[in-house]
């Protein structure tokens, strides 16, 4: 049987700034508003999270419809949960590359913190669903606690860019953290 690899998503196969960008551009246009306004609704509803993985897209789009006087969301959901664009515009030139010479060696899987429904929805929209094993999908809305970290396959490497992340991993020897530095 082939090694485990699990990947982060945000920061590691997904460039999670292009993605914003690429979102507020069209939120804003869907709103008719700047992006100065629409950067300062978002700032208001993150001062709301306790932390930036409690981001969650239906809370923000509630919190636009309100600020901003919607009578429906259909179109702000219609922007984070059916425009597929956005997403692969936002991958790293390299992910697919990486990830189909990667499939052939490895078993592909995903590890990562956030909500389910918007970390299924960046891979499937993205393209990047079919490369990754739904056996080896795992997304918590606290990826380090003991709990999660138990239900990783013994063996497991995983690639994340938060040196923090890597950090705590390295104290769990069940897996094997790899560090993509995606900064510098």
Do not use: C
């Not at 992910?95 to 913190?113: C, Q, V």
Request: aromatic letters at 10%; proline letters at 5%; charged letters at 30%.
């Amino acid at each position: 049987m082939k090694p485990v690899l699990l990947f982060d998503i945000d920061r590691t196969i997904i460039d999670t700034g292009r993605l914003k960008e690429l979102r507020n551009q069209k939120l804003s246009k869907a709103l008719k508003t700047n992006l100065n306004k629409l950067g300062r609704a978002r700032l208001l509803y993150a001062k709301s999270l306790a932390k930036s993985t409690d981001y969650n897209p239906d809370g923000y789009i509630r919190h636009l419809k309100k600020i901003f006087s919607l009578k429906s969301s259909k179109a702000l959901k219609r922007i984070y949960f059916k425009t597929p664009s956005l997403y692969r515009l936002a991958l790293y030139p390299e992910t697919r590359a990486a990830l189909t010479i990667l499939k052939t060696a490895y078993r592909l899987g995903i590890y990562t913190e956030g909500f389910r429904k918007f970390q299924k929805a960046k891979l499937k929209l993205s393209g990047l669903l079919p490369f990754f094993e739904p056996d080896l999908t795992f997304i918590h809305r606290r990826k380090l606690t003991p709990w999660a970290v138990k239900q990783l396959p013994r063996g497991a490497a995983i690639v994340d860019d938060n040196l923090e992340v890597i950090n705590a991993l390295s104290k769990f020897p069940r897996v094997t953290p790899v560090w993509l530095n995606r900064k510098d």
